[in-house]
């Protein structure tokens, strides 16, 4: 199965290398993106779907994908399956939403068509930096394109909605998630629209491709394998 892995604001396809062994170990073949715009000295001209045909270019052919987003990603490998729902085996979560559609992924500002990388220790807190070596991080950290607060999701698909989904809670846990979702939070409005979905608890921080690879991998090999653990 190709496995494409997306990671969140400020990062590049490396931070998954530790993943990736655990995948090919398995059998799988993973497909780790840097997004477009990513670092780069003209990120204002990347737009949302350029992240999104990105994504769904990741792996060579035609055949199923296992779309895996962390955190912010997670909007983009939405979007990504809404429009290949066909070649969509599963969709996995990693501390990330699926973004509803007509709005931006995110509502940060922009500046010079970027969003700037923040100061870990002072924008996150204690649960998000659990496990991780802060210095490390932001150390790796480079500026991601602005579209994913300029342009809005469009979803026109429903049978997405049918897709096998893994949800993996990091920093917060399931029954948190489901708190949200009953009190109806606009963040996780989607999370009711999902009719085949997995939920499963990763206690660590924001980031486990970076904190704890090798539960995480083995999480994702699941889903590939279509054995998640509800």
Same mark, same amino acid.
């Given at each position: ?5 997306? %990671? ?6 490396? =931070?998954? &290398?530790?993943?990736? %062994?655990?995948?090919? !170990? ?24 350029? =992240?999104? $045909? #990105? ?12 779309? *895996? @987003? ?8 939405? +979007?990504?399956? $809404?429009? +290949? ?36 220790? &002072? &924008?996150?807190? /204690? ?18 394109? @602005? =579209? ?18 893994? *949800? ?10 489901? !708190?949200?979702?009953?009190? @109806?939070?606009? %963040?996780?409005? /989607? ?19 970076? #904190?704890? %690879?090798?539960?995480?991998? /083995?999480?994702?090999?699941? !889903? ?7």
């Amino acid at each position: 199965m190709d496995v494409v892995l997306v %990671p969140g604001l400020w990062l590049t396809g490396d =931070c998954w &290398s530790e993943v990736v %062994p655990v995948l090919e !170990a398995a059998g799988h073949r993973a497909h780790p993106v840097t997004l477009p715009g990513t670092g780069s000295a003209d990120p204002g001209s990347v737009t949302l779907q350029d =992240c999104v $045909d #990105t994504v769904l270019g990741a792996a060579p052919g035609d055949g199923p994908l296992v779309l *895996v @987003g962390h955190s912010a990603a997670g909007g983009v490998v939405w +979007a990504a399956a $809404d429009q +290949a729902v066909d070649r969509a085996h599963a969709v996995v979560l990693v501390a990330a939403f699926p973004a509803p559609d007509g709005e931006p992924i995110m509502g940060m500002a922009v500046t010079d068509g970027a969003l700037p990388p923040p100061d870990l220790a &002072s &924008s996150f807190d /204690e649960a998000e930096l659990r496990d991780t070596d802060v210095p490390a991080l932001q150390a790796r950290l480079v500026a991601s394109p @602005g =579209c994913f607060s300029t342009d809005p999701v469009h979803l026109t698909d429903d049978r997405r909605n049918d897709l096998p989904v893994t *949800v993996v809670s990091t920093e917060y846990d399931t029954a948190q998630l489901q !708190a949200w979702v009953a009190a @109806g939070e606009q %963040p996780v409005a /989607e999370f009711p629209r999902l009719h085949n979905a997995t939920y499963v608890d990763l206690p660590t921080g924001h980031w486990p491709q970076l #904190t704890r %690879p090798a539960e995480l991998g /083995e999480l994702l090999v699941a !889903a590939a394998d279509g054995s998640a653990t509800q």
